[in-house]
């Protein structure tokens, strides 16, 4: 994932307030901020983030001008490891409060044209799938399985390595050195896949009794309380403060249930879910694990290629989590969700 630099980031912050601008209005921008740059510096900035496909060109000659190519509010490009450069505390002073119009703001997170070409991808893996053996399928979907289990755990401070997660679901062998409770919540991401895969119609519109359920599964056996917290939580490395009613939780499951339902194809009821589900944090425990589980649920649901998360970088999937957290953000974890899908695509049944 490119990173933009801090005055391409000034750049997209002050296109991002108007429809479409000129060079000479960052210029006159830039000299308000007491930092003139010339024309020709302007244009170079303004050519890169074409090429980064961040800006969209428009005209020629003297009427050229600019615009943002994502739209989307919840969208805005952003420095994110600049971003994350500074304490929680310098970043994000004072505490976070939960956004109510959030789910408003859900809607549309792949435009039209993004999810034809998920469509696509799609149609090739499932002309793939058309032709291999009900075995191989099995393996497959057996080797996912291994790999979301583990990576999956990974992000949540689990130390079991993919090749002792392998042996662990295959063979039932605990790791040495290990404490009990990872091997349990690797075996957990097991039992609620097999769960979804088996169930996969149900996924088609979700509940709050479905989230509930695969929460259940993920947690069993853990010491986490099962159903909507009552009491108020904490989280690691940010100010943002969820709800800590219950009947205010429950109104924000059934909300967003209400918008993922609403959504009309399986990556945008996906997307929304890994998203909304971490926000809300409806549970003491395990929120994050059951926004991965039930995503992939609307995937497979949709006959979709789920993901398995192997390649994802932990620290860049904890700060996209943030990033929506704190500045309502999706940017980050949209261009992971993409990234994963390809991946996907590219490495299993083939």
């Not at 130390?159 to 662990?168: N, P, Q």
């Not at 404490?179 to 991401?189: D, G, P, R, S, V």
């Not at 620290?315 to 990234?339: H, P, R, T, V």
Request: glycine share 4%.
């Amino acid at each position: 994932m490119t990173q933009l630099t801090k005055r391409q980031q000034k750049i997209i912050d002050f296109i991002f307030t108007k429809e479409e601008v000129q060079n000479q209005d960052i210029v006159e921008f830039f000299i308000s901020e007491n930092e003139p740059l010339s024309r020709e510096t302007i244009g170079r900035e303004l050519n890169e983030l074409v090429s980064l496909n961040k800006l969209l060109k428009i005209g020629k000659g003297r009427a050229v001008a600019y615009k943002i190519t994502e739209s989307h509010p919840l969208l805005k490009p952003v420095d994110y490891e600049g971003y994350f450069s500074k304490d929680q505390d310098v970043r994000a002073p004072g505490t976070i409060k939960f956004d109510q119009n959030i789910f408003s703001k859900l809607s549309g997170l792949f435009k039209p044209e993004e999810v034809a070409e998920l469509f696509q991808k799609n149609r090739d893996f499932s002309k793939r799938i058309a032709n291999l053996s009900p075995a191989i399928i099995q393996k497959e979907y057996e080797r996912i399985t291994i790999e979301l289990s583990w990576k999956s755990s990974k992000i949540e401070g689990n130390t079991y390595s993919l090749i002792d997660t392998e042996i662990l679901i295959k063979e039932h062998k605990e790791a040495s050195g290990h404490k009990k409770e990872e091997a349990t919540m690797i075996l957990n991401h097991k039992k609620t896949l097999d769960y979804i895969f088996s169930n996969k119609e149900k996924f088609k519109k979700i509940s709050l009794r479905d989230i509930e359920d695969v929460h259940r599964l993920l947690v069993g056996d853990l010491g986490v309380e099962f159903g909507l917290r009552s009491k108020s939580v904490g989280i690691t490395g940010t100010n943002y403060r969820p709800l800590d009613n219950v009947h205010q939780i429950k109104e924000a499951v059934e909300k967003m249930s209400e918008c993922i339902n609403s959504a009309e194809d399986p990556w945008n009821k996906a997307l929304i879910m890994l998203l909304a589900v971490a926000y809300i944090q409806p549970f003491e425990d395990g929120n994050k694990r059951t926004s991965r589980l039930i995503a992939n649920a609307c995937l497979i649901a949709g006959d979709v290629c789920p993901l398995s998360f192997r390649s994802v970088d932990e620290s860049d999937y904890k700060k996209a989590i943030l990033l929506f957290y704190e500045l309502g953000n999706a940017s980050l974890m949209k261009s992971i969700f993409l990234e994963q899908f390809n991946f996907a695509v590219s490495n299993y049944f083939l």
